[in-house]
């Protein structure tokens, strides 16, 4: 199932007549409905998105197959995934999140610093939470070229100028 990406999530019923919560992650956002129809994470769901409006952090929308408030209530937490081949192919220095995820980070001396386990943004840039060996602490590694020169999709591996003390 690693040729899909997920692009939006479902916050549940907006109103009384069907209507979801959409949460879209694509960098359009709006564009979440040129990837229709999407499926559930599990495949066994697929749903054409029609886009009815802007709401707070989000959209309502209607959903192929959900016609009540109960069943768009039911979806809360739905994460939709679209195949990989109908979104957009990225310029050499943009990555999918999905692509990062997993990917062993090494300085540029060789060592192993560890694995990405996630990637978040809080407005100003990507960190990487990179899981450290042998610990359970995570460390947050700004997602610059300054600090992540390569990214070696081929290789499985980030290497890293990871900022003095970080490690």
Known sequence: MDNRIC???????FGVTGEVRLKSFTADPEAIVDYSP?????GTREFTITMARPIKNGF????SGVETKEEADALRGVRLFAPRDRLPSLPDDEFYHADLIG???VDTGGRILGRVTAVHNHGATDLLEVRVPSQSATVLLPFTRAAVPTVDLTAGRIVSDPPDGLF
């Open 103 to 105: 990917l062993e980070v």
């Open 7 to 13: 692009v939006g999530a479902l916050g549940g019923a």
């Open 60 to 63: 309502a929308a209607r959903l």
């Open 38 to 42: 999407l499926t559930s994470e599990d």
